[in-house]
């Protein structure tokens, strides 16, 4: 896990959700019944990452499925068919990213960008689902008067920096008397099915101060739409937000939301709001597509989609047939999915990783196994398809580092 940034912290989102009753069909950011489902995929592992120690027993993985809904009234997509009783994250889950110089570059960036940009030096912060406290930390040695992090999955609540704080349960009304000043998360909105609950739990908590600020992360559901990456959809996620949608939700939930962007290549969506005192007008923000726009965005996704899952497996299945040898370059949630929705169990034998803590282990619901860069100067592969572009020149390296040159197929240039 690095920066805060981890998909760990489900334990939070899980005792959350697991108390959400919202029916499957009914949006769960505007209560609009006017939803349909637009792309299904059955018998997916329900944890991408939880480290498999045999093929078998990643064979064997609990499995769900996958039943995406739009609203046709406010735009949020969501699975309709996730179940929170079917995680299950007391086994070795490992979603660290912390062995990427890129993303390590990005995280620093992100969280002394967020000091500047919102004037936070002097001032009391706290994060909900913060891992390990990694971004508390930067926060704190940025200049933040207090910062406090909240996530049940903290082993250690031995604080990274004398004005930070760690706190080892669910973020609630409980902690309101803390009064932030700045209050944010990063990759845990995707994880919560009642996104409207959520928000209006943490707006009740800021309560009618104007000059208190909500952030949040969380991949962005208009790239995944607009090229098509079913390889982006698994079951863990079961919200996904456009940057409309985003706006709509937390305006919903009583924010003027005063800034969106995308981050990290155009792979995360960004908000940060204020408490709406029923005194401002409304004004959709240029970043923010229209409710139509997302319905055209999701009708082109659904039309298009299965000839991409088609000419993928037509890939793979032609180089396969002349005798060439493929690997995945990236062991994670991206890897599992891709495969999963091509049911592609054989053919390709081995996703590259890293990590050290996966490799040796095997993909869930697939079974192919996770191995180290250096395996393939034995391997040498003609092709590596790289599950996420942002990675290609760190890749490009360890690759020229082993005296190897195979093709690199980035997943979006199919």
């Not at 939070?12 to 489902?37: K, L, Y």
Request: hydrophobic share 40%.
């Amino acid at each position: 896990m690095t920066g805060g940034i981890t998909e760990r912290r489900i334990d939070a989102v899980q005792a959350f959700a697991n108390t959400v009753t919202v029916s499957g069909r009914c949006c769960s950011a505007c209560m609009s019944e006017d939803t349909r489902i637009f792309y299904e995929v059955e018998g997916v592992p329900t944890q991408q990452v939880t480290l498999m120690k045999t093929r078998e027993e990643a064979l064997a993985c609990p499995k769900g499925d996958l039943r995406l809904a739009v609203c046709n009234a406010c735009g949020f997509i969501w699975n309709s068919a996730f179940d929170p009783a079917l995680l299950d994250y007391q086994g070795d889950y490992e979603a660290t990213q912390a062995h990427s110089p890129t993303f390590n570059a990005f995280h620093k960036r992100l969280a002394e960008d967020m000091v500047e940009r919102y004037g936070l030096r002097g001032k009391d912060v706290i994060e909900i689902g913060c891992g390990h406290g990694e971004c508390v930390a930067i926060l704190c040695e940025q200049g933040v008067k207090s910062a406090t992090g909240f996530d049940p999955v903290i082993l250690d609540t031995a604080p990274p920096h004398p004005n930070a704080k760690l706190v080892a349960e669910f973020y609630t009304e409980a902690h309101e008397h803390l009064k932030p000043d700045f209050a944010f998360s990063k990759m845990v909105m995707e994880h919560i099915p009642d996104p409207h609950r959520f928000l209006t739990m943490l707006r009740r908590a800021i309560g009618d101060r104007p000059e208190a600020i909500a952030f949040a992360m969380m991949p962005d559901g208009g790239r995944v739409l607009s090229i098509r990456a079913f390889w982006d959809i698994y079951y863990e996620h079961c919200a996904y937000f456009t940057l409309g949608a985003l706006a709509r939700t937390f305006r919903a939930s009583g924010f003027d939301v005063t800034g969106l962007s995308t981050a990290y290549g155009g792979q995360y969506a960004m908000i940060s709001a204020r408490p709406s005192l029923g005194d401002s007008q409304v004004t959709r923000l240029p970043e923010e597509e229209t409710v139509e726009e997302t319905l055209a965005m999701v009708a082109d996704f659904e039309e298009k989609v299965r000839a991409d899952r088609a000419h993928w497996q037509n890939w793979i299945n032609e180089r396969l047939d002349s005798g060439k040898r493929i690997v995945l370059w990236g062991g994670g949630s991206k890897a599992v999915a891709f495969l999963s929705s091509l049911d592609l169990k054989d053919g390709i034998d081995y996703a590259v990783d890293i990590n050290p803590k996966r490799c040796g282990t095997f993909l869930a619901g697939v079974g192919q196994e996770i191995v180290t860069p250096a395996t393939l100067i034995e391997q040498r592969p003609d092709h590596v398809i790289v599950m996420n572009p942002i990675y290609m020149d760190e890749i490009r390296a360890d690759l020229r580092s082993m005296d190897l040159d195979p093709e690199m197929v980035p997943m979006e240039t199919l």
